[in-house]
């Protein structure tokens, strides 16, 4: 087995850090082995207790203090809110620290300057949580387009649709703790930036991932809420133009309806989708993300006598070839440069931050 880093977890807010934790607890040949982790937030630090209760892992309320306390640690993973990334990316710098973000990195674009400047000659691996350039559809669609046997691209559509997780992680509603700060979606709205746009960066990455393809026009559209009482939009239709003026369609909404639970349930079928649709003068491919398949379920479900959609056994990678063997990988000098990059996070946040201004202002964004 290759050597375990040693990595410490800065918040649990973001609701993928469990999954992580899950990993390592049950995996004996996991690529990380969690030093320790903090959270103030007593559920959920409850939770993450619960879910590592097998391990040898110390617990603190102060990540700063967690810091201080393990200078063996190789990395730290970044799970807080949006809003305190930029604060933890710096101080892990200033500690020489590898690190590992959740996503977005920062949706300020001040920040997210800062931060590629910082990093321009850092000699650490930093690595952007943008999971989905390890599915096999997409690089599939990566490869297909790339080797041209599509031909020209002809356009490009792409959906990143959910349930509402604000129900029960209602920080994700928290147009502050999401956004970083507090913008209305338009002038005069009593609704903010930060919800669904934020929370489904994939889009806006996996097209330039995919097709090699920069983003130049951009024209975004949110009316009214579908969700009355969230402070954050939930839904947003956006298109535009890509180099050679190749026509793009992006839908990162919470268009799927869920039942207002205090503990995630995805009870209704299709509870998320990620559907790419590329047509090209050769060829066109699609695929969805949460391929599943259909059935009904009986009396004894969490949501009995329903029709559910349920998600596809994924195939089994090399250990190497995923988020968290990609980082190892590179910390342990086996790899040159992570597969999601800073860059490629803040690349994806600036086009996101130019659909938001498109709304807010009803006018097409250039880039």
Same mark, same amino acid.
């Given at each position: 087995?290759?050597?375990?880093? &040693?990595?410490?977890?800065?918040?649990?807010?973001?609701?993928?850090?469990?999954?992580?934790?899950? &990993?390592?607890?049950?995996?004996?040949?996991?690529?990380?082995?969690?030093?320790?982790?903090?959270?103030? *937030?007593?559920?959920r630090?409850?939770?993450?207790?619960?879910?590592?209760?097998?391990?040898?892992?110390?617990?603190?309320?102060?990540?700063?203090?967690?810091?201080?306390?393990?200078? /063996?640690?190789?990395?730290v993973?970044?799970?807080? @809110?949006?809003?305190?990334?930029?604060?933890m990316?710096?101080?892990a710098?200033?500690?020489?620290?590898?690190?590992?973000?959740?996503?977005?990195?920062?949706?300020?674009?001040?920040?997210?300057?800062?931060?590629?400047?910082?990093?321009?000659?850092?000699?650490?691996?930093?690595?952007?949580?943008?999971?989905?350039?390890?599915?096999?559809?997409?690089?599939?669609?990566?490869?297909?387009?790339?080797s041209?046997?599509?031909?020209?691209?002809?356009?490009?559509?792409?959906?990143?649709?959910?349930q509402?997780?604000?129900?029960?992680?209602?920080?994700?509603? @928290?147009?502050?703790?999401?956004?970083?700060?507090?913008?209305?979606?338009?002038? &005069?709205? *009593?609704?903010?930036?930060?919800?669904?746009?934020?929370?489904?960066?994939?889009?806006?990455?996996?097209?330039?991932?995919?097709?090699?393809?920069?983003?130049?026009?951009?024209?975004?559209?949110?009316?009214?809420?579908?969700?009355?009482?969230?402070?954050?939009? @939930?839904?947003?239709?956006?298109?535009g133009k890509?180099?050679?003026?190749?026509?793009?369609?992006?839908?990162?909404?919470?268009?799927?309806?869920? /039942?207002?639970?205090?503990?995630?349930?995805?009870?209704w079928?299709?509870?998320?989708?990620?559907?790419?649709?590329?047509?090209?003068?050769?060829?066109?491919?699609?695929? *969805?993300?949460?391929?599943?398949?259909?059935?009904?379920?009986?009396?004894?479900?969490?949501?009995?006598?329903?029709?559910?959609?349920?998600?596809?056994?994924?195939?089994?990678?090399?250990?190497?070839?995923?988020?968290?063997?990609?980082?190892?990988?590179?910390?342990?000098? /086996?790899?040159?440069?992570? /597969?999601?990059?800073?860059? @490629?996070?803040?690349?994806?946040?600036?086009?996101?931050?130019?659909?938001?201004?498109?709304i807010?202002?009803?006018?097409?964004?250039?880039?």
């Amino acid at each position: 087995m290759k050597k375990q880093i &040693g990595i410490l977890i800065a918040g649990t807010a973001n609701p993928h850090i469990p999954g992580y934790c899950r &990993g390592f607890a049950n995996d004996p040949g996991h690529p990380w082995r969690i030093i320790a982790v903090a959270e103030d *937030d007593p559920a959920r630090m409850g939770n993450i207790r619960e879910i590592l209760k097998n391990k040898e892992v110390k617990y603190y309320s102060d990540w700063r203090r967690m810091l201080d306390a393990h200078p /063996e640690a190789d990395a730290v993973q970044i799970g807080s @809110d949006n809003k305190y990334h930029f604060g933890m990316f710096k101080e892990a710098m200033a500690r020489g620290l590898h690190i590992y973000s959740t996503k977005v990195p920062t949706m300020d674009a001040e920040e997210g300057a800062e931060l590629l400047k910082l990093s321009a000659d850092y000699p650490k691996t930093i690595q952007v949580e943008l999971e989905l350039h390890f599915n096999p559809q997409f690089r599939y669609a990566r490869e297909l387009v790339r080797s041209g046997r599509l031909g020209r691209i002809q356009s490009v559509y792409l959906t990143n649709i959910s349930q509402s997780p604000c129900n029960y992680f209602p920080n994700w509603g @928290d147009p502050e703790l999401s956004y970083g700060r507090i913008v209305p979606i338009r002038p &005069g709205a *009593d609704y903010f930036r930060g919800g669904a746009l934020t929370d489904h960066p994939h889009p806006f990455d996996l097209i330039r991932w995919i097709t090699g393809l920069e983003f130049r026009e951009v024209y975004g559209m949110s009316a009214r809420n579908q969700r009355g009482h969230l402070k954050v939009e @939930d839904h947003a239709a956006i298109t535009g133009k890509l180099d050679g003026g190749v026509p793009f369609f992006i839908n990162p909404s919470y268009s799927n309806l869920e /039942e207002r639970v205090p503990a995630r349930r995805l009870l209704w079928p299709k509870s998320l989708e990620c559907n790419l649709k590329i047509t090209g003068d050769k060829g066109y491919y699609a695929a *969805d993300y949460f391929d599943k398949p259909l059935y009904v379920v009986g009396k004894n479900y969490a949501s009995p006598d329903r029709l559910i959609v349920d998600m596809a056994p994924r195939p089994k990678l090399n250990p190497d070839d995923s988020l968290a063997g990609s980082f190892a990988a590179c910390v342990r000098g /086996e790899r040159s440069v992570p /597969e999601s990059s800073l860059e @490629d996070g803040l690349n994806a946040v600036k086009v996101m931050n130019a659909a938001y201004d498109s709304i807010y202002g009803d006018c097409v964004v250039r880039l």
